[in-house]
């Protein structure tokens, strides 16, 4: 193994130091968009869940209130299943219908 060793010039080393930083840069993106697993579901705050769906945080109280889904309520955050959005979006999904062209 020893004997494989190459060196570089110069010339190769911004090369080099541009692969690092690319990697770098990807490996903080796939950190940042990472959301923490708690028992194998992901779970999304109020914050989270009403930029995803592009609604206001009234709409998600006023969801709530119906029982549209469930949500933990914690001192200071209420946090929803990534699993229970998804049933909910399903439930209420509609499918592009035909014209009969």
């Given at each position: 193994m020893a004997d494989r060793i190459t060196s570089l010039s110069n010339?190769?080393?911004p090369e080099l130091f541009g692969m690092i930083e690319n990697i770098n840069r990807c490996a903080e993106?796939?950190?940042s968009d990472t959301i923490p697993l708690l028992y194998g579901v992901r779970y999304l705050s109020d914050t989270e869940l009403a930029e995803?769906?592009?609604?206001?945080k009234r709409t998600l109280a006023n969801y709530r209130a119906k029982g549209e889904f469930g949500y933990y309520d914690l001192p200071g955050k209420i946090l929803y299943s990534e699993i229970e959005i998804e049933e909910f979006l399903q439930r209420h999904?509609?499918?592009?219908?035909?014209?009969?062209d």
């Open positions: 010339s190769d080393l993106k796939i950190s995803k769906l592009r609604i206001s999904y509609l499918p592009p219908f035909s014209t009969g």
